[in-house]
């Protein structure tokens, strides 16, 4: 016999539809990181675009800035089992980002790289098509250095390890190279509603 002492409340129904398997809801917003903070000086902050090692286009923060800005409002997942609904942010989306600097997606994978060298891998096709930004603020404020501001990427339909903060650049891969959690057993796509956690699963 299970009692609720050892299940614990059942959530809404409406609640449930939106958790992936395993997950479970907060309202706070926990901080996840590897190690220190970084602290970006934003007349230093830059964001490229690269082809491998070959640059192909570069922004200052107030040229970021200027950018056509893009809205989007929902619900994110962590790997670590937390989820949190009905998010805010906003940012220029992955295609806008392609237009100004006037190229199509020279391959069909890339690599998200972080100012504290922290890289993720991505398949073009889940950023293009309005699917992701690179988001500047959150909640109508600008984002906080302990959740990966100034900048950071926002894949919300990934789990969140794919949203790499602090993101100071794209570049894009001939093939689906590991990044940084992937290399230690992460799963290489990472969809929560098929509970991609780890490798294998």
């Not at 190690?35 to 007349?43: A, C, H, S």
């Not at 293009?128 to 988001?135: D, E, I, S, W």
Request: proline share 8%; net charge neutral.
């Amino acid at each position: 016999m299970v009692t609720r002492g050892f299940t614990g409340r059942r959530p809404p129904e409406a609640t449930r539809e939106r958790l992936p398997p395993g997950q479970y809801l907060t309202e706070d917003f926990p901080v996840l990181q590897l190690g220190p903070t970084p602290r970006i000086d934003l007349d230093r902050w830059r964001f490229t675009l690269r082809e491998g090692s070959r640059p192909l286009k570069t922004w200052t923060w107030a040229e970021f800035e200027a950018l056509p800005r893009t809205t989007w409002s929902g619900d994110i997942h962590c790997v670590t089992k937390w989820s949190k609904f009905d998010t805010a942010w906003e940012g220029v989306s992955f295609d806008d980002i392609l237009a100004a600097a006037g190229i199509a997606a020279p391959t069909g994978f890339l690599l998200a790289e972080g100012y504290d060298d922290y890289t993720t891998n991505l398949p073009v096709a889940d950023l293009a098509g309005a699917k992701a930004m690179v988001a500047t603020r959150y909640a109508g404020a600008p984002i906080t250095p302990d959740h990966g501001g100034p900048a950071r990427l926002l894949v919300p339909h990934l789990y969140f390890w794919k949203s790499a903060k602090w993101v100071k650049g794209l570049r894009f891969t001939q093939r689906d190279e590991a990044g940084f959690w992937e290399l230690r057993g992460y799963h290489m796509y990472g969809d929560p509603w098929r509970e991609q956690r780890f490798t294998g699963d």
